[in-house]
């Protein structure tokens, strides 16, 4: 079955250090988007994909940056991790042209003490 | 003024009550409307979608839409224990070849036993 994967689950850092989060999906889809999600906040969308070499800035881009070299993955890079970006970061994909549905991730817990 | 507003509950109520999840929006070119179900420590899968106005029903589960009043609710008939998560509301349009997918913060609902 074709699904979307999240790794590592759990991670805790130090500030000021670099991290990055894995996305991969198997389900071919060009669309691919990082949301973090906070109390309060709701999920709010960090930078998303439209295809390979393809990325984009969300409403919360700040500190973070994503690299598309194909299809199934796109990472997740905090630059310098500060604590107030301690949260739950979900990937998500989407078919092209689909109006509706994204598939989701388990999400990544990051602790940045 | 948020785009999507969505009471963050948390909401409790008996197993077998009627339960009603609501989610107000100001930007009239939204066309799909869709419910996303967040159990604890997952991801959000979809729960059902709505395009444009009228009702949508699955099962226990009725989607409604009010464009006039830019009003739109999730109606949960016979509620049980298993429908204890978060709800949350999204929508999206395009409008002038950009595309907006917007979630609400969610809705916490506890149904007992």
């Known amino acids: 079955d074709a699904e979307i994967t999240q790794s590592p689950r759990h991670k805790i850092t130090e500030t000021g250090r670099q991290v990055t989060l894995a996305c991969h999906q198997t389900?071919?889809?060009?669309?691919m988007f990082w949301y973090r999600q906070d109390l309060g906040h709701g999920l709010r969308l960090i930078h998303y994909?439209?295809?390979?070499?393809?990325?984009n800035k969300g409403e919360v881009s700040d500190g973070y940056s994503v690299s598309r070299s194909n299809t199934e993955d796109l990472p997740l890079t905090l630059e310098s991790a500060a604590s107030s970006q301690t949260s739950v970061y979900f990937c998500?994909?989407?078919?092209?042209?689909?109006?509706?549905?994204?598939?989701f991730g388990p999400g990544t817990r990051l602790t940045v003490l | 003024q948020k785009e999507v507003e969505q009471d963050p509950g948390p909401l409790s109520v008996p197993e077998g009550a009627i339960v009603s999840l609501n989610c107000t929006y100001s930007n009239s070119a939204f066309q799909y409307f869709m419910w996303y179900r967040q159990y604890s420590r997952k991801g959000p899968e979809l729960l059902m979608y709505t395009y444009s106005s009228g009702n949508k029903e699955d099962g226990r589960f009725t989607a409604q839409v009010d464009k006039s009043s830019k009003y739109i609710s999730l109606f949960i008939r016979d509620s049980q224990p298993s429908d204890s998560a978060t709800y949350l509301c999204a929508m999206s349009h395009t409008t002038s070849g950009t595309y907006k997918y917007i979630f609400g913060t969610g809705t916490r609902l506890k149904v007992l036993a």
């Open positions: 389900w071919n889809h060009n669309n």
């Open positions: 994909s439209y295809g390979v070499q393809d990325t």
């Open positions: 998500a994909s989407r078919a092209q042209g689909a109006r509706n549905e994204q598939f």
